[in-house]
């Protein structure tokens, strides 16, 4: 008899983490979230692990990462002293499980509401500023980390308005201000991509942990602060733009004051608009 799906899934865990000195897994669970992978919580022996996954190879066709460069990316970053997850193994194509990673777990929630409820603003946004800078700082020579190129990455976003129909005068009119607005370009950091409450993992209203690394690229660092400010990540704060927490200005001070680069509002309001209508799209 053929095993079930979540047998052959704890067979091939078993296998990766053997290859660490670790016992097989226990407890599968899979976890909420996650609009492209699967992420799967276990323990083995006294550890308690994450495992991030494509069950299909087919799934990372065409990503500007595989789960080699993401994991390695991962690994810069907690060596830069971003709070990312410790990486313990990667999965192998003999384990049959598909692509990706076991991380040890993050203590805490992702729970926004929950971390905006128990919260102080003033601690949490310095915390939030501390990891965008270690993360804007973080040394990727050698890695395979796509670079954005911010005129091509609009016009392929113009490419897709017009093949959705090009018929929101909003996104339109969104669209011509951002092709007469490009900002000229930066030294390139290291960008998470999707940096904001969700992907953040909280304890007693403290930042324990940054997840979710599959969209980072290295361009302008404004785009992270402002992603992070959009309405939809604010939870039900329109009051506080910055992360559901505080004003863009009082951010924008506790990143400089954690060692980031002079903000630039201009730069800022691109990156918000940008983000608003890719998010649109």
């Given at each position: 008899?053929?095993?079930?799906?979540?047998?052959?899934?704890?067979?091939?865990?078993?296998?990766?983490?053997?290859?660490?000195?670790?016992?097989?897994?226990?407890?599968?669970?899979?976890?909420?979230?996650?609009?492209?992978?699967?992420?799967?919580?276990?323990?083995?022996?006294?550890?308690?692990?994450?495992?991030?996954?494509?069950?299909?190879?087919?799934?990372?066709?065409?990503?500007?990462?595989?789960?080699?460069?993401?994991?390695?990316?991962?690994?810069?970053?907690?060596?830069?002293?971003?709070?990312?997850?410790?990486?313990?193994?990667?999965?192998?194509?003999?384990?049959?499980?598909?692509?990706?990673?076991?991380?040890?777990?993050?203590?805490?929630?992702?729970?926004?509401?929950?971390?905006?409820?128990?919260?102080?603003?003033?601690?949490?946004?310095?915390?939030?500023?501390?990891?965008?800078?270690?993360?804007?700082?973080?040394?990727?020579?050698?890695?395979?980390?796509?670079?954005?190129?911010?005129?091509?990455?609009?016009?392929?976003?113009?490419?897709?308005?017009?093949?959705?129909?090009?018929?929101?005068?909003?996104?339109?009119?969104?669209?011509?201000?951002?092709?007469?607005?490009?900002?000229?370009?930066?030294?390139?950091?290291?960008?998470?991509?999707?940096?904001?409450?969700?992907?953040l993992m909280f304890e007693h209203g403290r930042l324990t942990g940054v997840l979710d690394w599959e969209l980072a690229h290295l361009g302008d660092?404004?785009?992270?602060?402002?992603?992070?400010?959009?309405?939809?990540?604010?939870?039900?704060?329109?009051?506080?733009?910055?992360?559901?927490?505080?004003?863009?200005?009082?951010?924008?001070?506790?990143?400089?004051?954690?060692?980031?680069?002079?903000?630039?509002?201009?730069?800022?309001?691109?990156?918000?608009?940008?983000?608003?209508?890719?998010?649109?799209?």
């Amino acid at each position: 008899m053929s095993p079930t799906p979540a047998e052959a899934l704890a067979a091939g865990l078993a296998r990766a983490l053997a290859r660490v000195g670790l016992p097989a897994p226990a407890g599968l669970e899979r976890l909420s979230g996650g609009a492209n992978m699967e992420s799967w919580r276990f323990t083995a022996g006294d550890e308690t692990g994450v495992l991030r996954r494509a069950p299909s190879l087919d799934m990372m066709a065409g990503r500007p990462m595989d789960h080699h460069a993401e994991a390695n990316l991962i690994r810069a970053a907690r060596a830069a002293g971003v709070m990312a997850p410790e990486v313990l193994v990667e999965l192998e194509p003999d384990d049959g499980i598909g692509s990706g990673y076991v991380m040890r777990a993050i203590p805490g929630s992702p729970d926004p509401n929950a971390f905006l409820s128990e919260a102080d603003p003033a601690t949490a946004i310095r915390d939030i500023a501390r990891e965008l800078v270690a993360t804007h700082r973080t040394d990727v020579v050698g890695l395979p980390v796509p670079v954005m190129d911010t005129a091509e990455a609009l016009a392929e976003l113009r490419r897709r308005f017009l093949a959705y129909g090009g018929d929101r005068p909003i996104l339109a009119l969104a669209l011509r201000w951002l092709e007469a607005n490009i900002p000229p370009p930066l030294p390139p950091r290291l960008v998470h991509g999707d940096f904001r409450l969700g992907n953040l993992m909280f304890e007693h209203g403290r930042l324990t942990g940054v997840l979710d690394w599959e969209l980072a690229h290295l361009g302008d660092w404004h785009e992270d602060l402002a992603f992070g400010c959009m309405t939809v990540w604010r939870f039900s704060r329109p009051d506080r733009p910055g992360y559901g927490l505080t004003s863009i200005e009082e951010l924008a001070a506790a990143y400089e004051a954690a060692g980031g680069d002079r903000f630039e509002p201009d730069r800022f309001r691109f990156w918000t608009i940008y983000r608003t209508f890719w998010w649109a799209l």
